[in-house]
């Protein structure tokens, strides 16, 4: 029983250590997914022909700390417009996402350089009744190249997912 506060000891160091890394990690993972944003400013278009054509123009704003994108689309002959704003919170990149459904979800992004993939994670909304409400829940981001890259967004209500919308976008300028 001698050795038991020892091995207290040095599990809690291990623990502390492992902790600081994947803190670290994150910090790096947080910057190299905003600095992969910022890559798209420009244009968009939709890349295949769809009566809907959604566009998007993307831009660095307030120093460039923050991507701001703008999303356009008529649908049912209606125009259809949504902004999000990428930022980093620390070392962690979110986005909050002003939806046509009238409110606005915050999501936690996490960068997978070796898929050149960014996982965004629902954290919490404003202006959602209930979280049974309809909500974008989840979205992926996918740099194919530079000229190229495919949005999934999924829709959740009533604690499902509803829809989920798959686009790729050509740059157009």
Known sequence: MKFAPKILIVTA?????????????????????????????????????????ASMDIELTAN????LERFHMIQAGKPVDMTT????????LQMTHYCMAGNQPTMRGTYVPESKTITFNFVRATNLKSPND??????????LDSDHFQTRWTFQKDGKDAFTEDV???RTK
């Open 134 to 143: 309809g909500h974008m829940h989840h979205a992926v981001y996918t740099f």
């Open 168 to 170: 790729t976008y050509v």
């Open 85 to 92: 704003l990428y930022y980093l919170d620390g070392d962690q």
């Open 13 to 53: 160091t291990v623990v502390a250590a492992l902790c600081s890394a994947s803190n670290s990690s994150a910090a790096t993972n947080g910057l190299a997914a905003y600095e992969q944003l910022k890559s798209l400013v420009g244009h968009w278009q939709e890349a295949k022909t769809t009566e809907a054509q």
């Open 64 to 67: 460039g700390n923050a991507v």
